[in-house]
């Protein structure tokens, strides 16, 4: 609670304050209903939004080749999963990718099956992706480098929590515990 | 269980492990290799390889470089038998934006130690030539700025396995 104490105070920081950047990330509620969205899923299906109503949704934007936050963030995630015990069941995590160039549904089911949790790979054309990192106020940025990785991906690290309706209850920081993530979410469960 | 040679490192000035901590196997070459390890300027512990998914050629490996010398002293260099390139890595998190850098070199300050781990420093492993798995162990020779290399034995562990109180 501490961290988005100080996540608030840095999102307030930011609006009041804010230069070239425009990051979104960190401010909560920039979506007060999570609207609906088109995407293609791991199976190489059409997805929409809504198909998880009545479901807890964990959303977050990454990609496969990310060596650091998000192996963390779904270690976390499936770590959160475990302390819900037999009620994880009705919670899903979405992993938006924002590296549609690499991330391709079959490579995006065998990422997803390692981590062993309830999960939704979503991947599109940029334009698709775009207008949905758009709508929850994310950002990334493909940076082009001499690293033997080829291109790697800036992104914003935010942790969106939506309720069976798909509205927006809360956003988490990247320093947010797994703890702050089982309190969001627990009382959507009841 | 991948064991792989020490001397697979070879060339150049070359000091043997100083990993502390995990795995049998390299407690008993700690056995072997216990004076070098006090003669060295550099200790390594707590190393790890971030297992990756199986489809994933890309990883990273974290550890704490200690420098016991008189002079600062950088690492400049990673190689692995069994990766294709190692680079030198640094996450940077701003207002949420999580930045990744490559870096020419991370400085180990006289005296002190610098931990490589999540959200800071790495080495990016590129170019896994074979599945590792929780339970093998991988071989890195680290190159510093002083001429002096270290091989170091680390274990591969799954990034759930490191997670942190609170984390």
Same mark, same amino acid.
């Given at each position: ?190 | ?6 001397? %697979?490192?070879?060339? =150049?000035?070359?000091? !043997?492990? +100083? ?9 008993? @070459? %700690?056995?072997?290799? =216990?004076?070098?390890? !006090?003669? +060295? ?9 971030? @297992? ?116």
């Amino acid at each position: 609670m501490k961290y988005f104490f100080w996540a608030a105070i840095v999102s307030l920081l930011l609006v009041v304050g804010s230069g070239a950047q425009t990051v979104a990330a960190g401010k909560p509620a920039r979506i007060q209903t999570g609207r609906d969205f088109k995407l293609t899923d791991e199976n190489g299906r059409s997805f929409s939004l809504s198909q998880l109503r009545g479901k807890v949704v964990l959303l977050f934007f990454g990609y496969t080749h990310c060596p650091d936050a998000c192996p963390t963030t779904m270690a976390r995630l499936a770590r959160a999963g475990q302390l819900l015990g037999n009620k994880a069941d009705r919670v899903v995590t979405v992993f938006v990718s924002v590296d549609p160039g690499r991330d391709t549904p079959s490579v995006l089911k065998d990422y997803l099956a390692y981590f062993h949790m309830n999960s939704i790979g979503l991947t599109g054309t940029k334009t698709e992706i775009d207008a949905v990192v758009k709508e929850y106020g994310a950002k990334y940025e493909i940076e082009q480098s001499d690293s033997a990785a080829g291109y790697h991906v800036n992104h914003s690290t935010d942790l969106y929590l939506l309720d069976q309706k798909g509205s927006l209850v809360q956003t988490f920081g990247y320093n947010d515990g797994i703890q702050s993530i089982v309190d969001g979410v627990r009382p959507l469960l009841k | 269980m991948i064991f792989l040679a020490l001397a %697979l490192a070879v060339g =150049g000035p070359h000091e !043997q492990i +100083s990993v502390h901590r995990p795995v049998a196997t390299i407690d008993s @070459e %700690l056995g072997m290799f =216990g004076a070098a390890t !006090q003669m +060295s300027e550099i200790t390594i512990r707590d190393g790890w390889l971030q @297992e990756a998914p199986p489809s994933q050629k890309i990883t990273a490996a974290y550890m704490v470089i200690e420098n016991h010398g008189k002079a600062d002293i950088a690492l400049t260099r990673a190689t692995s038998p069994v990766i294709d390139v190692i680079e030198l890595h640094k996450m940077e998190l701003s207002n949420g934006f999580m930045k990744m850098k490559r870096v020419e070199s991370i400085n180990i300050p006289s005296g002190g130690e610098v931990e490589l781990k999540p959200g800071g420093y790495h080495l990016m492993v590129i170019g896994l030539k074979q599945p590792l798995k929780e339970g093998d162990t991988v071989t890195i020779s680290l190159e510093f700025s002083n001429g002096r290399r270290q091989a170091i034995e680390i274990p591969v562990k799954p990034r759930s396995a490191m997670m942190k109180e609170g984390e």
